[in-house]
């Protein structure tokens, strides 16, 4: 089922992925509606299910970890078996988020990892559950990632975040985890909610999230894309002779373009992957046109993934 969201709604929705921790009274100013009637439409829109999560943006890299891709392709797959490997995935306390792909993949998944041997260990519990139905895997770093916010639901000034590795590694206490493990995947809970749930003082709470600045980017909100018409897509690009100056200008295009939300640079079989968010393919190739003709001297290849639905999305699963 599809909603038709109003003007009210996508605005409601533009603002809470802009800053999930804004007020019912802030957004009510916002969107020129009453208090009550905000708290009722954003009531409604959990309801439906077209809000998958209010999660808190953190550059994990701070943490001493590396992102990395992995995509796999089943083979002799049951529609239960299918279900078992995505319940893994969202259990699993490295994996930050994870989906499943239409196209030449059918599922992937993007996993935290200090190092390569880490990673390995990670994998290799899924291989050894797993292995008589992954048919072929492609596994990719994540070297930097801009993460741009949702400008296409309403006009909005586009906000950027860009994830790359620090060379700083921020240190967590037990405190500052429960916080964060308490936020991550519901970023909207007030002050007194975190107080009731971490059993920590009131002012422990709000001096901790001020110190954790450094870590967190932003207080988002992930819609249920599908419930509201839009489709989320994958461009992975193969790439020749991408000097540093061809780099800044995808990158740039991919900042200024509306529809598109995230630019990954990535190291492994594949150079760069953008996602793409539209209401249907002709669009998606119109832009993927637009790309190929701007830069053709760059791009070797490329393929297209869909992403049908998104199984987990949190950047604090530990």
């Not at 409601?12 to 009274?25: M, P, Q």
């Not at 909005?156 to 240190?171: A, G, N, P, R, Y």
Request: charged fraction near 30%.
């Amino acid at each position: 089922m599809v909603y038709n969201l109003d003007v009210k709604d996508k605005k409601i929705l533009t603002l809470l992925d802009e800053n999930c921790r804004y007020t019912n009274t802030q957004i009510a100013k916002r969107v020129k509606l009453s208090k009550p009637a905000v708290e009722a439409r954003i009531q409604k829109l959990i309801k439906n299910n077209i809000i998958f999560a209010f999660y808190t943006e953190l550059d994990v890299t701070k943490l001493g970890y590396y992102l990395y891709k992995v995509y796999y392709k089943f083979q002799n797959i049951s529609r239960e078996k299918e279900n078992e490997i995505s319940e893994f995935w969202k259990e699993n306390k490295f994996c930050i988020w994870s989906g499943k792909v239409r196209s030449r993949w059918d599922l992937a998944v993007t996993v935290l990892a200090r190092n390569n041997n880490q990673l390995g260990i990670i994998l290799k519990e899924f291989q050894l559950k797993y292995s008589g139905y992954i048919l072929e895997k492609d596994i990719l770093l994540i070297e930097y990632t801009p993460i741009y916010s949702r400008e296409h639901l309403v006009n909005t000034l586009k906000k950027e975040l860009t994830i790359t590795q620090s060379e700083k590694i921020i240190i967590l206490d037990e405190t500052d985890k429960k916080i964060l493990k308490t936020i991550s995947n519901n970023a909207r809970m007030q002050i007194v909610g975190i107080v009731k749930n971490t059993k920590l003082t009131k002012d422990v709470v709000i001096y901790r999230l001020k110190k954790l600045k450094e870590l967190i980017s932003s207080y988002r909100c992930y819609p249920n894309l599908g419930l509201i018409g839009v489709n989320l897509y994958k461009l992975i690009l193969r790439t020749r002779n991408l000097s540093f100056e061809k780099e800044i200008a995808i990158k740039g295009y991919c900042k200024e373009h509306k529809k598109i939300t995230q630019f990954l640079k990535l190291v492994g079989s594949w150079d760069v992957e953008i996602e793409i968010e539209v209401e249907d393919e002709n669009e998606l190739y119109k832009i993927i046109d637009e790309i190929r003709k701007e830069f053709n001297d760059v791009i070797r290849d490329y393929d297209i993934l869909r992403v049908t639905e998104t199984y987990k999305y949190d950047y604090y699963p530990f």
